[in-house]
């Protein structure tokens, strides 16, 4: 099944430690997304790339890292500098802007991350 | 304060009844989309309109869109127990950095049995 999975789906994470959350596509999508959803919000966008070895900060990054090594594959690592990151994250994808900017994004199940 | 911003932040009706949920947008857009969202999982696409278009139909659900009043609308008919759901308006722009997807805070919609 083509798909966009996100792992793990709930993680607890102890102050001061960097966790890494996993995004994997199998969709040929050029572009991902990372966003982040408090309760009874929308999304905010922390990172996005349109191609592999390049991503931009979004609306939200600091305290955030990602890369993108692989076209399947986009994982975001929430570092200790994030001072309140216990959220839910999504992740996105979406075929290149540029050839078809008219479609819509997948989203992964998400990752609720708890900070203990 | 954000680009999409939808109305109302939550709505409760009767099943059969019918749904409205409106978007409000700011600024230059190529086209809206709404999603929805069930409790604690990812977002579903459920239409895309783009600017030049000005109506879309998709099963029981109605989009229009407003360029001149920047707003959009989700119609819901019929409502069902199942639409029970977070409705989120999306709206993206081009600019000199290329694209930009902006998502609303959502509507909660309930619908009772």
């Known amino acids: 099944d083509g798909g966009i999975t996100q792992s793990p789906k709930y993680l607890f994470r102890k102050e001061g430690q960097n966790v890494t959350l996993s995004c994997e596509q199998n969709?040929?999508?050029?572009?991902m997304y990372w966003y982040r959803q408090d309760p009874g919000q929308g999304l905010r966008l922390i990172y996005y790339?349109?191609?592999?070895?390049?991503?931009q900060k979004g609306d939200i990054a600091e305290g955030y890292s990602v890369s993108r090594e692989k076209k399947e594959s986009f994982p975001l690592t929430v570092t200790s500098a994030q001072k309140n990151p216990t959220a839910f994250y999504l992740c996105?994808?979406?075929?290149?802007?540029?050839?078809?900017?008219?479609?819509?994004?997948?989203f992964g199940q998400g990752t609720r991350l708890t900070v203990v | 304060s954000q680009q999409g911003e939808e109305d109302p932040q939550a709505l409760s009706i009767q099943e059969g009844e019918n749904a409205t949920m409106n978007c409000s947008y700011k600024?230059?857009?190529?086209?809206l989309q709404w999603y929805r969202q069930n409790s604690g999982r990812g977002l579903v696409h459920l239409i895309l309109?783009?600017?030049?278009?000005r109506e879309k139909h998709s099963g029981r659900l109605r989009v229009t869109l407003d360029t001149s009043k920047k707003s959009s609308s989700l119609l819901i008919t019929a409502s069902r127990a199942a639409d029970t759901a977070s409705y989120f308006c999306?709206?993206?722009?081009?600019?000199?950095?290329?694209?930009?997807?902006?998502f609303g805070a959502g509507t909660r919609l309930f619908v009772k049995a």
């Open positions: 999306a709206t993206v722009s081009i600019n000199t950095g290329g694209f930009k997807t902006i």
């Open positions: 996105a994808s979406s075929p290149a802007p540029g050839q078809r900017l008219n479609t819509e994004a997948f």
């Open positions: 600024t230059s857009i190529n086209n």
């Open positions: 969709l040929n999508h050029d572009a």
């Open positions: 790339s349109q191609i592999v070895n390049d991503f």
């Open positions: 309109i783009r600017s030049n278009e």
